[in-house]
């Protein structure tokens, strides 16, 4: 039972354009959401994450949309770099305490490549 | 060290044998996670450590997985009588608020 699901085990864009990566959840008590970029060899590091009190964040390059009713979120890369290729992670947390991010639960993730 | 380390790095085994994967995180990090991802899937939860609490051990996917952290600090994951299904990246992570930092895993392999 798969309660993170990334759909699309990769995507391929060209340099310059958007890449969306989504993320579909099936636990309606998640409520903190984080991506994570992963490069061969290196262990996963954090990007970007987004509470259920709002429905979008953003960081530089990087915005995270949350519909909470669709049980949807997805992460917005623009413009996207060759060096953002990587595997990334949507991962999803039962809830947060005391602003604390218990134990998470991950996607099978999505490799992205982007073209030069 | 800043980040969270693990050993080894690399680790091959011959069936039926046990090994001992190694975890040191963040100073001062109270919560301490183990995942693995085999082949083609994603991040599997094992086994969570949270203080002096009695760990979440909901993840071990059998008893001849187990692990311990000693005061509070470093962990180390055991695996006995390995499976050829154990092969995987085994990534050890850390957390004190917000998200995780991971190391950079043991990649095991039962041959």
């Known amino acids: 039972d798969q309660q993170v699901k990334q759909n699309s085990p990769s995507l391929s864009v060209q340099e310059g354009r958007i890449s969306i990566l989504n993320c579909d959840y099936t636990?309606?008590?998640?409520?903190?959401f984080l991506w994570y970029k992963k490069y061969p060899a290196e262990g996963p590091t954090f990007l970007i994450s987004?509470?259920?009190?709002?429905d979008k964040n953003e960081d530089g390059r990087f915005t995270v949309f949350l519909n909470k009713s669709a049980k949807h979120l997805s992460l917005h890369i623009v413009p996207s770099q060759p060096g953002d290729s990587a595997v990334y992670f949507c991962?999803?947390?039962?809830?947060?305490?005391?602003?604390?991010?218990?134990?998470?639960?991950f996607g099978k993730g999505t490799k992205l490549t982007v073209n030069p | 060290g800043a980040g969270v380390s693990q050993s080894p790095s690399n680790k091959v085994t011959e069936k039926g044998k046990d090994v001992e994967l190694r975890c040191d995180p963040i100073?001062?990090?109270?919560?301490l996670y183990w995942y693995r991802q085999s082949l083609g899937q994603g991040l599997e939860f094992l086994i969570y450590?949270?203080?002096?609490?009695?760990?979440?051990k909901s993840g071990l996917p059998s008893d001849r997985f187990s692990a311990e952290r000693t005061g509070g600090s470093v962990s180390t994951l055991t695996i006995q009588r390995t499976q050829q299904e154990d092969s995987a990246v085994y990534l050890c992570?850390?957390?004190?608020?917000?998200?995780?930092?991971f190391g950079s895993g043991t990649r095991l392999t039962v041959v």
């Open positions: 636990n309606s008590m998640f409520d903190y």
């Open positions: 100073s001062g990090h109270t919560a």
């Open positions: 992570a850390s957390s004190f608020r917000g998200g995780y930092t």
């Open positions: 450590f949270q203080g002096n609490s009695a760990p979440d």
């Open positions: 991962a999803a947390s039962p809830h947060l305490y005391n602003r604390k991010a218990e134990k998470l639960v």
């Open positions: 987004i509470s259920s009190i709002k």
